[in-house]
């Protein structure tokens, strides 16, 4: 016991108070685009974007597609675009994820759902599906529990079963012999039920996004409710996704 009470004292608090206020370190967050005028003919960026989330005239940057490569930063030659640590990269609306120039042109914050308040606001349950994805975005989604974070203080758990879940949350492009185990799930849930589209493979195919091997129908027959960018997205990202749409005070638990 008093090994455990020496080791409480060296290291302290490990769970982030006030989550809204937190910001990683060494993160690779929330782009900015500056208003400088890029040179006549100048598409540097856009031909360096793997997965053309960069469109010019004016220039912006879809949230949506963007896997945080950082290619638009080196090959830009006005020096245009940086990253910040920012994780707050959610937004209710696909349109809602487009990053404009200028130091208010960040997504549109996510407002709370009166209707979803009133009904999880004090639990909610969570089935997570990799549909297709890599495992980085499930390892961020999973570390949103771990004492760091700590959703659960929320009440807001991870499920093993759709049959207890309220939200689905989906990660990875939605490959076609993934199609049907999605469909399976969402049926499971029992109504009221919402999806949740975590990182740039889920809500837009992300590196995959032309490949043959997508089924994408699920989403375009059930639009999410959040969309969370990342590739993947850092878990204070998909936190504070979470409390701002159920309107969940960060210093609550």
Same mark, same amino acid.
């Given at each position: ?13 490990? %769970? $982030? ?10 993160? *690779? ?14 598409? +540097? !960026?856009?031909? +360096? !974007?793997?997965?053309?989330? $960069? ?13 945080? !490569? ?11 675009? +940086? ?27 996510? /407002?709370?759902? +009166? ?34 974070? =700590?959703? @659960? ?12 879940? =309220? ?8 490959? *076609?012999?993934?199609?049907? &185990?999605? *469909? ?9 039920? %919402?999806?949740? @589209? @975590?990182?740039?493979?889920? $809500? ?6 032309? &490949?043959?091997?997508? =089924?994408?129908?699920?989403?375009? =027959? ?19 996704? $979470? ?8 210093? /609550?638990?």
């Amino acid at each position: 016991m008093f090994k455990s009470l020496r080791v409480r004292a060296s290291q302290g608090s490990q %769970f $982030i108070v006030d989550l809204r206020k937190a910001v990683p370190n060494g993160h *690779r967050g929330l782009p900015t685009i500056s208003t400088a005028p890029c040179p006549e003919g100048c598409h +540097a !960026c856009v031909d +360096a !974007c793997p997965t053309e989330a $960069i469109a010019i005239e004016p220039v912006r940057l879809d949230l949506g597609k963007c896997v945080f !490569c950082s290619e638009c930063v080196h090959e830009c030659p006005e020096g245009k675009f +940086a990253f910040t640590s920012n994780p707050h990269l959610s937004a209710r609306t696909r349109e809602g994820l487009i990053v404009t120039e200028g130091p208010e042109g960040g997504p549109d914050p996510i /407002a709370t759902d +009166a209707a979803l308040k009133k009904l999880y606001g004090r639990s909610l349950r969570m089935r997570q599906v990799s549909a297709g994805g890599c495992n980085g975005c499930e390892l961020e989604l999973n570390a949103a529990l771990n004492v760091n974070f =700590d959703l @659960a203080r929320y009440g807001i758990e991870w499920v093993a079963s759709p049959r207890h879940a =309220d939200a689905l949350v989906l990660s990875g492009p939605l490959t *076609r012999n993934m199609a049907e &185990a999605v *469909r399976l799930a969402w049926d499971a849930m029992p109504d009221p039920r %919402f999806v949740i @589209a @975590a990182g740039a493979c889920a $809500i837009s195919g992300g590196l995959y996004a032309q &490949a043959e091997a997508l =089924d994408r129908g699920f989403l375009r =027959d059930v639009g999410p409710v959040v969309y969370v960018a990342g590739c993947p997205p850092h878990p204070l990202g998909f936190v504070n996704a $979470i409390l701002q749409l159920l309107g969940i005070a960060p210093s /609550a638990g």
